[in-house]
């Protein structure tokens, strides 16, 4: 099995830019995903195959990757996206989750 | 729009067995290239996926638990379900089931069902 490795926490202030690393050996074969999750709330999908952003999520969460890291970028941040986020990739017989990152919006 | 609802029990005594099951709603569980996943969340702590059924019967566990797991499917019920046997504290945590895309994401989501492994 394989390991994907994130901060436990990043600080940003409003309208700042948030970016939170997920960086695995694995990962320059295997697409990232990112999620959000509120508190008491299952995690919502957020980006899927590093970069794209499916129906309903605000164009100011994108994705990158470069190599063995995938970054989840939240340009402009609002109080609303104070969160949990986890990253999480696949290969063909397994998924694997990142510890997560409590985003805090000072 | 695909809904997903896990059921069972809240309370299981150690060493016992878990039984939950995920009923799907808003759409077939027969349809599209899919996978049903289990993944679950301790409180406090990150997720784990848990394993995941095709609607071939095939299935994939994590390695870290595959001697405990068993996930099954029941196409005609709209339905999967996962069995964890051998329960200790240690398995007390928020599980949910979720669609998954093959080497892809997952999406969307159960709520979460609340599992607490006490004598």
């Known amino acids: 099995s394989y390991e994907l490795t994130q901060p436990p926490s990043v600080s940003v202030s409003p309208g700042q830019t948030a970016r939170i690393t997920c960086s695995g050996d694995a990962l320059p074969k295997q697409y990232g995903y990112w999620y959000q999750q509120k508190p008491g709330q299952a995690p919502v999908l957020l980006i899927y195959k590093d970069n794209e952003r499916p129906s309903g999520i605000p164009e100011r969460f994108s994705g990158s990757r470069s190599g063995t890291v995938v970054t989840l970028i939240i340009t402009g941040v609002q109080a609303e996206d104070e969160a949990d986020y986890h990253c999480q990739s696949a290969d063909s017989s397994s998924s694997v989750f990142g510890g997560g990152t409590k985003l805090t919006v000072l | 729009q695909l809904q997903l609802q896990e059921s069972g029990p809240g309370l299981v005594k150690p060493s016992q067995i878990l039984s939950l099951t995920c009923s799907v709603s808003?759409?077939?569980?027969?349809?599209?290239?899919?996978?049903w996943s289990w993944i679950r969340q301790p409180a406090g702590k990150g997720l784990e996926w848990i394993g995941r059924?095709?609607?071939?019967?095939?299935?994939n566990y994590n390695p870290s638990l595959k001697s405990r797991v068993t996930i099954s499917i029941a196409t005609s019920k709209n339905q999967f379900s996962l069995k964890l046997t051998s329960l200790t504290a240690a398995d007390t945590a928020v599980y949910y089931c979720a669609r998954g895309i093959r080497l892809g994401g997952f999406d969307p989501w159960g709520q979460g069902t609340l599992v607490t492994v006490s004598p």
């Open positions: 059924i095709f609607l071939t019967g095939s299935t």
């Open positions: 808003g759409g077939s569980i027969s349809s599209g290239s899919y996978y």
